[in-house]
């Protein structure tokens, strides 16, 4: 049976029809083939090149040519730097070498992420990418010393979008060279499949990826798992007999049905242990309504439901590898339209916990579906709750695409999101959830709270933070703004320019550490 991950991704959106984009070992055969083999730079004191103990190996088979023609060829390769080699070898016609950086790299505390394992995912992705582009079909690569990096670097970096174009890229499979490490391997496999399945979400336009089509994919891909997880799409008479009004606001301006995707997976022991619950806001097109956005760059909205892919995403990457874990995901879905029935400036609604809200600015909605998502979350008796949202461009402006911004209540929580950032690569930091925000939503002329803050141009993000936090209860609640992380330019050289389904891999292995850690704080 093929990897369910693996599978949503060959679907096609328009015809149904199944296509492979960089898959594991799953479907390897003989045919022609390429390697990747990594080397480290050379200390000053050094005067023999440092390769891998794959290296090692190869070099031994090939009688010492390795080495000999990368001593030719030039300098010692530099972090990301490759080089090509032909006939080295017959099972391998090309051999692509590429610079790890200093074999000594580790955790880099200013940084705050693990030098050595983010070295090995460029790299490889550098060298994968290499022999795509020569269509070469079939391709080992040297584990490196830490198979789950090697194999993040290659399914990451081989990803593409090009679902809906006639031209595209020459589809991949990846498998380690000469590696005992296959558990670890297909870890990295595991978690690289889910991000680039909440990129391929993302990437998706509007008009395919419409809120019955997002739900509907997961509700085929999580099914197909067994007993263990169960899937609720929720209609949008479900949500008015919920009193969900806020979220219904948003949803009316559109001629698209409202859903609630609701996920529950049950991996833990204890069926009676309480669920980690992952709430995204699932806005599948925003063009910002009543109070529309400017036209240029409004094709990028067609990602604002990153949210709901990405912790939908990391579910179903938990539910694969069977984390020891009970976990419900929560995605209100919908687009932000502007037609007659739109929220207008200066309009009242009611949400769930009976709260009104004056609405003042329609393009501040995704926490308006948040809002009543969180206090559906605390029927769940969470043990946490997380929510992930594109939800300000004030996110954007404070820390670009360096890390993702988290707004919590519990040290206890940030510390577990902390080191699951420094591990992938995919950071997160700390931002204020101050009194000093909550004054600023809290203070409205005609209603319990604003949607915006009174002074709408400062802290944006924070206010909107502070808004969530009036719908929360519990003691150990985080709120990620992923709006700066929402796509890639150049920024994370082992993914391609387009949308880039962050922070997925952070939050599959935040649940992976708080499956270890049965005793918060």
């Known amino acids: 049976m093929l990897h369910p991950i693996r599978c949503v991704l060959q679907r096609s959106l328009h015809h149904g029809s199944c296509r492979r984009l960089s898959l594991s070992a799953q479907c390897y055969n003989t045919g022609r083939k390429g390697l990747v083999l990594g080397v480290y730079e050379k200390n000053k004191e050094e005067e023999n090149l440092v ?247 409004m094709d990028a909205m067609r990602a604002d439901m990153g949210g709901a892919a990405t912790v939908s995403s990391a579910i179903l990457t938990a539910a694969t590898l069977k984390l020891p874990i009970n976990l419900i995901g929560l995605a209100p879905l919908c687009e932000n339209m502007p037609n007659g029935r739109a929220n207008k400036p200066g309009d009242v609604v009611r949400a769930k916990n009976g709260k009104t809200i004056q609405v003042d600015n329609t393009d501040a909605e995704g926490r308006l579906l948040l809002a009543d998502a969180l206090c559906y979350a605390h029927g769940f008796n969470a043990r946490a709750i997380v929510n992930a949202a594109t939800l300000t461009g004030a996110m954007d402006v404070a820390l670009g695409s360096a890390a993702t911004g988290v707004f919590t209540n519990s040290s206890w929580l940030w510390t577990h999101l902390q080191e699951a950032g420094a591990v992938t690569g995919d950071r997160v930091w700390r931002m204020p959830l101050f009194e000093h925000y909550s004054k600023q939503v809290t203070e409205s002329a005609l209603a319990d709270l604003n949607n915006v803050g009174k002074y709408s141009r400062s802290g944006g993000a924070c206010t909107a933070a502070a808004f969530l936090k009036q719908f929360v209860t519990v003691p150990h609640w985080a709120h990620l703004d992923i709006a700066g992380v929402m796509s890639n330019k150049d920024e994370v050289p082992y993914m391609r320019k387009g949308m880039a389904g962050r922070p997925t891999r952070t939050l599959t292995e935040f649940a992976d550490r708080l499956s270890k850690d049965k005793n918060p704080s």
Request: glycine share 10%; net charge negative.
């Open 51 to 297: 390769l891998t103990q794959a290296g090692d190996r190869f070099d031994a088979i090939v009688s010492g040519k390795l080495r000999d023609q990368l001593t030719r060829s030039g300098p010692s390769l530099k972090k990301g730097k490759s080089r090509i080699f032909y006939g080295l070898n017959e099972e391998f016609p090309s051999v692509v070498v590429v610079g790890l950086g200093k074999e000594s790299a580790g955790f880099n505390q200013h940084e705050v992420w693990n030098e050595r394992k983010e070295n090995i995912r460029t790299a490889v992705s550098v060298a994968c990418r290499q022999l795509q582009d020569m269509e070469i079909e079939q391709v080992e690569v040297d584990p490196c010393g830490d198979a789950q990096a090697a194999a993040e670097g290659a399914l990451l970096g081989l990803f593409e979008y090009d679902e809906l174009k006639k031209k595209k890229k020459k589809l991949v499979s990846t498998r380690p060279y000469g590696s005992q490490e296959a558990e670890a391997w297909q870890k990295g496999v595991s978690y690289a499949e889910g991000q680039n399945l909440a990129r391929y979400l993302m990437e998706a336009p509007a008009n395919y990826m419409t809120p019955t089509k997002f739900a509907q994919i997961f509700e085929e891909q999580l099914g197909k798992l067994g007993g263990d997880v169960k899937v609720f799409t929720r209609s949008k008479q479900w949500i008015e007999e919920q009193q969900m009004g806020a979220f219904l606001s948003v949803a009316k301006g559109s001629d698209e049905p409202p859903v609630l995707l609701e996920i529950h997976y049950s991996g833990s022991p204890d069926p009676k242990e309480q669920p980690l619950v992952f709430v995204g806001k699932g806005v599948t097109f925003d063009s910002g309504g009543i109070s529309i956005k400017p036209s240029s760059g």
